[in-house]
């Protein structure tokens, strides 16, 4: 089995775009940069929300720690000013103590007469959390703590003092810092972000040189080499891949030099062969149809009964020699034309369409050579011939065209030869089997490292487009042939 029936399939199929353009079983995956970023800003995301949670716990001790300090302390300095206006030390009335408690942070001081009524509005004792958002306020959700003391005087309860603890200034302090560390945060996430995505690109066109290359090689071109990338990793696959592309490139030309003594091997018999129908097998049918004959001339000497069984014996044997002889001739076309070694090989095509014509004069075959050399080698001549007869046989077979037009032309740059051959028929059907006629085409064509494409013409039937490159010195163009 050959390397174009083993690994191509598998490669084609492997590499074959899907409908909507992407490979095939990879509609639902994503890029590798894509996966990248996001598998980096989920890593962001789930350390931002731990650190932030962090922040938040760590924040609301600070700031219950903080908020009982301060309310101890002026409960201590509370306690301290009611003592000494209770000894008659202070001469501080109750509408003055919202004036003197104001300068205490992180508290607030309600002050009430003896019935409960405040005297003043609260002291404000900070910020009250400026700068802090709200709801970062009720994230940190500090608890409250509070603390009440009786001033007496003259040994009666003349007020209350209520203290409580303000969380705002140390939130505000919290979010301050939280704020210029998020700041620092996003502009290194997006740094790296911004790093890895160039990174990624670099990464990304190797990986398309890769893919292009893959689809160099999907389409037979095993010429196809990948420049080592700067990553050592790729640049190992790439120093791999290249190796894999050297060696089918070299396994294709060991197959197609192979192919091609095949071929060459196979016109040899087939040569071989007709010279030994036509000098073996030809004289023998001429020696027995002149002993027919010769029977026959005897035979009007015999008895006149005899002579009838003779004559009717003979005429018989000489109807089968004449038949052998047309399908001997029919087998020395088939098997190898012998025009293919003395006619140019555009004359010998349009005579080939002239038999076709004589076998069924209610089609047509039309014939356009262009620009042609009488020959192009054994190899070349009989491949086209073949090919034309198979493209045609098939054309009247299986697609019953009306209308069969055969074009032969030679293309520049590079040099090749490219037959055309299109008809009016019902065209190849879809579940179309490839038979032995279709297949030893395409191994010929492929043997020469040339092409062969079957597909639907424009006319409703089908089109076979052969092209078969040509190679070392060429007689001179002759550019007049004749025409069916």
Sequence with gaps: MSLRDTILPRLRAATRPAPDGRAAGLSGCMSLRTQVLGTVLAINAVA??????????????????????SVEMAEKMVRETAERMADGASRLTMDQWPVHLRHLRHVRIQVEDAAGHPLALP??????????????ARLVGVGEVSRKIDVTANGAVVGRVRVSGVPDDEVAE?????????????????????????????????????????????????ACR??????????????????????????????????A???????????????????EL????????????????????????????????????????????????????????????????????????????????????????????????????????????????????????????????????????RLVVTDDGSGPPADLAEGLGLTGMRERVRALGGSCRLTASQAGGACLVVEIPITGDRPPVIVEHSRP
């Design 282 to 417: 030809g004289p023998l049918m001429f020696g027995l149809k002149a002993s027919a004959d010769s029977l026959q001339r005897l035979a009007a000497a015999a008895p006149q009964e005899v002579a009838g069984r003779i004559a009717a014996r003979t005429a018989a044997l000489v109807g089968i020699v004449e038949r052998m002889q047309l399908a001997n001739r029919r087998l020395l076309r088939k098997i190898r034309p012998a025009a293919l070694d003395h006619v140019a090989m555009a004359d010998v095509l349009s005579n080939l369409l002239v038999d076709f014509r004589q076998h069924d004069g209610e089609r047509q075959f039309v014939f356009e050579p262009g620009a042609l050399a009488d020959h192009y080698g054994p190899a070349h001549d009989a491949t086209l011939y073949r090919c034309v007869q198979e493209a045609v046989t098939n054309a009247l077979r299986h697609g019953d065209a009306r209308t069969v037009h055969v074009a032969l032309t030679e293309v520049q740059a590079p040099p090749r030869l």
């Design 48 to 69: 931002a929300v731990v650190a932030g949670s962090v922040v938040v716990i760590n924040a609301r001790e600070a700031a219950e720690r903080e908020m009982t300090a």
């Design 174 to 222: 919290v979010w301050e810092d939280v704020s210029d560390f998020a700041g620092v945060a996003v502009a290194v996430n997006v740094a790296i972000l911004l790093a890895l995505y160039l990174a990624l690109g670099r990464v990304r066109a190797d990986l398309g040189r890769f893919r292009a290359a893959l689809g160099e090689l999907e389409h037979n071109r095993f």
């Design 261 to 279: 003594r095949l071929v060459s091997l196979q016109e040899d018999e087939r040569r071989q062969v007709a010279r030994e129908l036509h000098d």
């Design 123 to 136: 002291a404000d004792g900070g910020a009250q959390g400026e700068g802090a958002p709200e709801w970062f």
């Design 226 to 259: 990948v420049p080592p990338p700067r990553s050592r990793e790729l640049a190992e696959v790439a120093e791999r891949f290249n190796a894999l592309a050297e060696a089918l490139d070299a396994a294709r030309e060991d197959n197609a030099r192979l192919n």
